[in-house]
T-cell receptor
Framework: GAVVSQHPSWVICKSGTSVKIECRSL??????MFWYRQFPKQSLMLMAT?????????EQGVEKDKFLINHASLTLSTLTVTSAHPEDSSFYIC????????????FGSGTRLTVV | GESVGLHLPTLSVQEGDNSIINCAYS??????FIWYKQESGKGPQFIID?????DKRQGQRVTVLLNKTVKHLSLQIAATQPGDSAVYFC???????????FGDGTTLTVKP
């Protein structure tokens, strides 16, 4: 089946540094990818939608300059958390839409970010 | 605004029993509904979906029921197994608006 590979699975970084999270679609072309944030025991919160070759669409309240999303190819989308602070510590998850239809999504395994 | 909520935050069942997880949604324009399972520290896994032109869909050991009249969605798991222990999320999608909303999640615990 369609697989999205997300790396790293966990990362610890110092305050003020930047962290890049990658999501790759392994056996399909992901024209659209979604980035979510999840706090402990809470639901997924959509941060942004990225379409290959165009700028990401951010949800209200999500800082574009802080959470940089790049979707330069049909198989790779990246989320860079810039100038990370402890409050950015969270579980970040990507998902990809399967094909052009608006049905069917697959998720990455998530990245646990801890900012110290 | 849109909201999707789950009736119960936790559910504990005996191994072998059937489980029913409920979900309420508020956007009548939602036309696609999905159930996900999330194990601790992992990303969500797709379980089953249903479109708004259906009221029931069955998978392997799972059944999703959709009642559009009362905006209610349920996930039934037959013969629940320890491996079914996880957090279950419902999600609704308004494909015209291109928006998905996730419920808060129900933690299912299966007792041996």
């Amino acid at each position: 089946g369609a697989v999205v590979s997300q790396h790293p699975s966990w990362v610890i970084c110092k305050s003020g540094t930047s962290v890049k999270i990658e999501c790759r679609s392994l056996d399909f072309q992901a024209t659209t990818m979604f980035w979510y944030r999840q706090f402990p025991k809470q639901s997924l919160m959509l941060m942004a939608t990225s379409n290959e070759g165009s700028k990401a669409t951010y949800e209200q309240g999500v800082e574009k300059d802080k959470f940089l999303i790049n979707h330069a190819s049909l198989t790779l989308s990246t989320l860079t958390v810039t100038s990370a602070h402890p409050e950015d510590s969270s579980f970040y998850i990507c998902s990809a839409r399967l094909g052009m239809r608006d049905y069917g999504y697959t998720f990455g395994s998530g990245t646990r970010l801890t900012v110290v | 605004g849109e909201s999707v909520g789950l009736h119960l935050p936790t559910l504990s069942v005996q191994e072998g029993d059937n489980s029913i997880i409920n979900c309420a949604y508020s956007n009548s324009a939602s036309d696609y509904f999905i159930w996900y399972k999330q194990e601790s520290g992992k990303g969500p896994q797709f379980i089953i979906d249903i479109r708004s032109n259906m009221d029931k869909r069955q998978g392997q050991r799972v059944t999703v029921l959709l009642n559009k009249t009362v905006k209610h969605l349920s996930l039934q798991i037959a013969a629940t197994q320890p491996g079914d222990s996880a957090v279950y999320f419902c999600a609704e999608r308004n494909t015209n608006a291109g928006k998905s909303t996730f419920g808060d999640g129900t933690t299912l615990t299966v007792k041996p």
